[in-house]
């Protein structure tokens, strides 16, 4: 066996690669959307039902079913953003550890988030959690009777 491999100047990656690095973070932006879309549809049929469900005095137990549907779907939605961040992320922290140090084309993204941003205000991170804890304060208010 050679040792040549050793000798090689260290392998950077190319315009081809931060194409697809692109086009990867764009299937992940398009799969965020998705799921985002259908959280708020989701949430916006169950907060129909429970307005009709509300006026009855005996569907107890079918507002409590709404409810735990809601936070149900909003925390399988949490987990489900939450994963294409992290998979944007990585494919971001991938281009800055093997982008060529000459490189000067296109960044593979419009605009990295700063420090400064507030993480939890995203909406892929904030909608869920709000529908979460809203969908728990309406089960709380229903069981004791408000």
Not at 26 to 43: A, K, P, V, Y
Not at 70 to 88: D, F, I, K, T
Not at 127 to 137: I, K
């Amino acid at each position: 066996m050679s040792n040549n491999h050793l000798s090689k100047a260290p392998q950077y990656a190319t315009l081809n690669d931060a194409g697809i690095i692109r086009e990867m973070i764009r299937h992940e932006n398009e799969l965020l959307n998705h799921r985002l879309s259908w959280l708020c549809q989701i949430q916006g049929f169950l907060f129909a039902a429970l307005a009709f469900a509300w006026k009855d005095p005996t569907a107890g137990q079918i507002i409590f079913l709404i409810c735990l549907i809601g936070a149900l779907v909003a925390a399988s939605s949490y987990y489900g953003l939450n994963r294409a961040e992290m998979a944007v992320v990585s494919l971001r922290i991938w281009w800055e550890n093997n982008r060529a140090p000459d490189y000067f084309g296109p960044d593979i993204i419009g605009r990295s988030p700063d420090k400064k941003s507030i993480p939890f205000l995203r909406p892929w991170t904030f909608l869920p959690t709000l529908f979460f804890v809203a969908w728990t304060l309406i089960a709380y208010l229903k069981l004791t009777g408000h």
